[in-house]
């Protein structure tokens, strides 16, 4: 049944919302922007409200003469304020309704969004209590009956037994402190309203709470044209408590159901005050789950700030990314304006509904999706156009607790981040050490994620006159904090069944270390084959460890290749330039990958090579790493992500 009634009410707000984007456009469709409406009016009836308060006089014989002499003595302010003051409270109860009943009708209510509904229950009850209070404050006939009917409908439950009614039998029984108390609720409800907004809002990332300047200009002029044209006035005089009132032109957003006191009994109104609100506040469970098919996390693996990130059940892809920082470029979070649109490298999605225009068939087709509405069916892989200086890393603190040299110029660096804190990164990316003067060096992960967690390895090589390697290599002691940021890059494993060449000059074999250790960790068997350039034998500072690869695992072969061998290196081994034995060795490189870390110019010479030997463009990878330019001596290895 619920079901059903959401897919009517989705034909209805995706017609809808169609017809207001051909007019208005999809930045400025309103029915994208309803919370951020709400906020809006809250703050024109808080400004309202606040003029109005100067001026209102708190007694039994003044409140009706002070609010009209603000009504009709400075109609041209004061009047004003009033009917915006109304008004604006009225948008904003129908404003939270439809904002309500849109994420009812796309099911945006359950799993991690069950806060959100609450909260959004409560506010509805919140600010209806306040719009009822504010009405019984002008002291007028409409006032008189909300007062009588309110106080009627209190008195039925057993703590009043009928005590609060008898108050306002006779016109003498009311006196100046009630209106105080009123006024001090009237007071006192809308600061709660704005509190529980901004609780409700908590979940959201990236919320928005203030409408674009176009809309918020465009409600405030409906609201001052609805002023001068219908401005809003008391009724039928000053309150008379021996006069019972027959005739009013009721507030239906506020007072709806106050005709129900009369034709109902008080019992059962409750019994449907309360039935309504706990079948509203029930939703995100209705019906209810007995299986748990489809209720599990997924890994979101994003390009270009190559995070890998968790999605939680029902959680959208732009919801998951905002919530973990990322960059993602989003407008409407409905499915219309077509920004948060990427492509779909790896995995399934539910692409959800949306308008056909933000995501053509064509495109779809192409593997692209909108991140506002698509929700994973499986891990997945994504490729995204980042918003510029938008690209996340997360700054992160972390403690020297290993120091060990490979080789006379490579060190072994071990970070260990404080207790409880760890760091999700993807096997082949990097981070920024970021130093005192602003200045950043990269340096590759060389352990797996697997053994991540709180530990980062990082092997860095020394270059002569290089600012940060020279402190390494010279100052650097265990204890030392360090402050990095990451995980950056997009290198890693494509998902395929390819054969795997992996290319590495110098230190460039870290991040290979770090995506083959996880390939095996992962049971990889695709074919795997690692070619280690280096000038000397002492370069290849971690043959012992490519060679015990080699014996454990029968998917995977070491290639060690020198360019300048010695005789005291009494090597046997091949020689030359590596790229050289990778075409000697495999001459048709069609049907394979290349994942290439080095030097720039390691790599330059690399790849023409390997594509003449047949290797398709867009199957070489590649982390080159270059000199620092940040100052002609300054020769730290910086990572270029490719």
């Not at 928005?208 to 002029?221: D, F, G």
Request: charged letters at 20%; proline letters at 5%; aromatic letters at 12%.
């Amino acid at each position: 049944m619920i079901r059903r009634v959401q897919r009517v009410l989705q034909w209805l707000f995706m017609r809808a919302e169609a017809l207001f984007n051909a007019a208005f456009g999809d930045r400025l469709n309103p029915f994208y922007h309803l919370g951020e409406i709400t906020f809006t009016l809250f703050w024109l009836v808080a400004v309202s409200g606040l003029y109005l308060y100067a001026f209102f006089k708190t007694g039994v014989a003044a409140a009706y003469g002070s609010v009209e002499a603000l009504t009709h003595g400075q109609w041209y302010l004061g009047g004003v304020m009033r009917s915006v003051h109304r008004y604006a409270s009225d948008g904003m109860v129908l404003i939270m309704g439809i904002h309500m009943l849109r994420h009812f009708a796309f099911d945006r209510l359950r799993g991690f969004r069950w806060f959100s509904w609450m909260t959004g229950t409560a506010l509805i009850w919140l600010v209806t209590v306040a719009g009822i209070n504010g009405y019984m404050l002008p002291w007028d006939k409409l006032a008189q009956f909300v007062i009588v009917a309110a106080f009627e409908l209190l008195d039925w439950l057993p703590s009043f037994n009928g005590a609060l009614v008898r108050n306002f039998i006779y016109q003498s029984s009311v006196n100046d402190r009630f209106f105080s108390l009123l006024s001090f609720i009237h007071l006192g409800l809308p600061l709660l309203v704005l509190l529980l907004m901004f609780i409700h809002v908590q979940r959201v990332p990236k919320a928005r709470t203030s409408a674009p300047r176009p809309i918020a200009a465009a409600v405030l002029l409906v609201l001052l044209v609805l002023a001068l044209v219908k401005p809003a006035l008391s009724q039928g005089g000053a309150a008379n408590l021996g006069v019972t009132v027959t005739t009013l032109d009721l507030d239906w957003f506020f007072l709806a159901a106050f005709p129900l006191f009369y034709i109902l009994p008080l019992g059962r109104v409750w019994a449907l005050l309360v039935a309504g609100t706990a079948l509203l506040a029930a939703l995100p469970w209705l019906p209810p789950k007995f299986r748990r098919d489809g209720q599990r996390q997924f890994q979101m693996t994003t390009h270009p700030d190559g995070r890998s990130i968790v999605v939680r059940p029902g959680e959208t892809l732009l919801e998951a990314g905002l919530r973990e920082g990322l960059g993602m470029p989003f407008e409407c979070r409905s499915g219309a304006c077509g920004r948060c649109r990427c492509t779909v490298l790896n995995g399934r999605v539910d692409h959800g509904i949306y308008q056909n225009s933000a995501l053509p068939d064509a495109r779809r087709e192409l593997g692209e999706a909108l991140m506002c509405c698509a929700v994973p069916l499986s891990d997945l892989e994504i490729e995204y156009q980042a918003q510029d200086g938008l690209l996340s890393a997360g700054v992160f603190g972390a403690t020297v607790v290993g120091m060990e040299r490979l080789c006379d110029d490579v060190m072994q660096l071990v970070l260990a981040l404080p207790s409880g804190e760890k760091i999700d990164f993807t096997a082949g990316q990097y981070l920024n050490i970021l130093l005192e003067d602003g200045q950043r060096r990269a340096f590759s992960f060389a352990n797996p994620p697997h053994q991540g967690g709180g530990r980062i390895e990082l092997h860095i090589r020394l270059i002569p006159g290089g600012l940060y390697t020279t402190q390494v290599f010279t100052r650097m002691r265990i204890g030392d904090q360090i402050r990095f940021e990451g995980p950056l890059g997009s290198f890693r494993l494509s998902e395929s069944e390819r054969p795997i060449i992996f290319v590495a000059g110098a230190t460039g074999f870290a991040p290979i270390k770090s995506i083959v250790e996880d390939a095996f960790q992962r049971g990889i068997r695709r074919p795997m084959r690692l070619y280690w350039g280096a000038r000397r034998k002492r370069d290849l500072y971690l043959s012992a460890t490519a060679e015990t690869w080699q014996r454990e695992h029968e998917n995977f072969t070491y290639i060690p290749v020198l360019s300048e061998a010695a005789m005291e290196d009494h090597w046997s081994g091949r020689t030359g330039w590596v790229h050289q034995a990778i075409v000697d060795d495999l001459p048709d490189l069609s049907d394979c990958e290349a994942y290439v870390c080095g030097s720039v110019n390691m790599v330059e010479a690399a790849f023409p090579a390997l594509l003449a030997g047949g290797l398709a463009e867009d199957r070489c990878f590649s982390d080159a790493f270059r000199l620092s330019a940040g100052s002609p001596s300054s020769g730290d290895g910086v990572c270029s992500n490719g």
